[in-house]
Antibody, heavy 118, light 107 residues
Framework: QIQLVQSGPELKKPGESVKISCKAS????????MHWVKQAPGKGLKWMGW????????TYADDFKGRFVFSLEASASTANLQISNLKNEDTATYFC???????????WGQGVMVTVSS | DIMLTQSPATLSVTPGESISLSCRAS??????LHWYQQKPNESPRVLIK???QTISGIPSRFSGSGSGTDFTLNINRVEPEDFSVYYC?????????FGSGTKLEIK
């Protein structure tokens, strides 16, 4: 069965970096784009961008340009999100989501809670 | 960017009632609109694609309608497990955007 399994929760200090992973299984990884979505505590969903899992090309929403990097370990069917110079406002749950060929998100990871606190 | 406005923000209902949730786009998005349900501490799951198309495995009490700028998610006879937050999302243009959500709560 298709699964997206994300790494575990993270507790970081402001200014540090974090890298979270999203391991896909049950399908051909390079056939479907991977998107990233942020959800701050008690808030709604915010689209961060996506990565072409065939070419590795990332695309970022405006609010996520600069400190955010999407990458792949295609041989391991894994997509990664790295956030540098963490700020308190980065405290959130980050989801990876597979984009169906029909442009909606059909499978989601379980989410990774990143807490930034001094 | 296309803004999606969902209303109401919160809807209090009794199980067994039938309800409609609204999602309005700031410009026409044809039928490029999808609905998701998110239960507490869970990931979202897709309910309806392209405004009105069904998703395999989703109960038939969920249906969608609309095109252009006005969209509706209908739940026919709300079940206890339906109390959660509902989001709309557009795939008409970049950046992809979500509505702010409607929380369905028990009256």
């Amino acid at each position: 069965q298709i699964q997206l399994v994300q790494s575990g929760p993270e507790l970081k200090k402001p200014g540090e970096s974090v890298k979270i992973s999203c391991k896909a299984s049950g399908y051909t990884f390079t056939d479907y784009a991977m998107h990233w979505v942020k959800q701050a505590p008690g808030k709604g969903l915010k689209w961060m961008g996506w990565i072409n899992t065939y070419t590795g090309k990332p695309t970022y929403a405006d609010d996520f340009k600069g400190r955010f990097v999407f990458s792949l370990e295609a041989s391991a069917s894994t997509a990664n999100l790295q956030i540098s110079n963490l700020k308190n406002e980065d405290t959130a749950t980050y989801f990876c989501a597979r984009r169906q060929l029909q442009n909606y998100f059909d499978y989601w990871g379980q989410g990774v809670m990143v807490t930034v606190s001094s | 960017d296309i803004m999606l406005t969902q209303s109401p923000a919160t809807l209090s209902v009794t199980p067994g009632e039938s309800i409609s949730l609204s999602c309005r786009a700031s410009q026409s998005i044809s039928t490029n609109l999808h609905w998701y349900q998110q239960k507490p501490n869970e990931s979202p799951r897709v309910l309806i694609k392209y405004a009105s198309q069904t998703i395999s495995g989703i109960p038939s009490r969920f249906s969608g309608s609309g095109s252009g700028t006005d969209f509706t998610l209908n739940i026919n006879r709300v079940e206890p497990e339906d109390f959660s937050v509902y989001y709309c999302q557009q795939s008409n243009s970049w950046p992809r955007t979500f509505g702010s959500g409607t929380k369905l709560e028990i009256k």
